[in-house]
């Protein structure tokens, strides 16, 4: 970790570790619920012909995950372990944080809307925190981005 890079991230870089345990513990228990072989659609989703969401991402969901729920559910799975280490850790940060906010706004469009309330509110945040943690770049804080940078600036100082 990069504790002497003067920066003032100090506080968003607390965020991505924050969210990226969430994605972290969300994705691992979807691991040992072995997720994609189960029902995950009814009970994620719901009975998608009779969900009131934007026609074209119906036509997605009907047309693509449904009839591949198994290939959607490990993507969903190792995407949630994959950005969430690596929020975590401050590894590969804004790529990490870009894999998320595709990830949270699917489940927006998916869940969130024809639910509304706290899955609702909770996928909006999740999604302005994501693009701040784009956009400020708080790897190089109390993470290994700062590390990497280092090296290729000619090694630590």
Avoid at 54 to 76: A, D
Avoid at 137 to 145: A, E, H, M
Wanted: hydrophobic fraction near 45%.
């Amino acid at each position: 970790m990069n504790l002497k890079e003067r920066t003032y991230l100090w506080y968003i870089a607390i965020l991505r570790i924050y969210i990226g345990y969430y994605l972290l513990q969300q994705g691992i228990r979807k691991f040992l619920r072995d997720f994609p072989k189960g029902d995950w659609i009814g009970r994620q989703i719901g009975d998608i012909p009779s969900l009131d969401i934007y026609p074209w991402y119906k036509h997605f969901l009907q047309g693509y995950v449904v009839p591949h729920h198994e290939l959607f559910g490990y993507l969903v799975m190792i995407g949630e372990i994959a950005v969430g280490a690596c929020l975590v850790l401050g590894l590969l940060t804004r790529f990490a944080a870009v894999v998320g906010l595709f990830l949270i706004v699917n489940y927006l469009l998916g869940v969130g809307i024809p639910r509304g309330g706290a899955p609702l509110a909770q996928q909006q945040t999740f999604i302005v925190s994501l693009i701040v943690i784009v956009l400020s770049n708080p790897g190089r804080t109390l993470g290994l981005d700062g590390l990497l940078a280092g090296r290729g600036r000619g090694g630590t100082k």
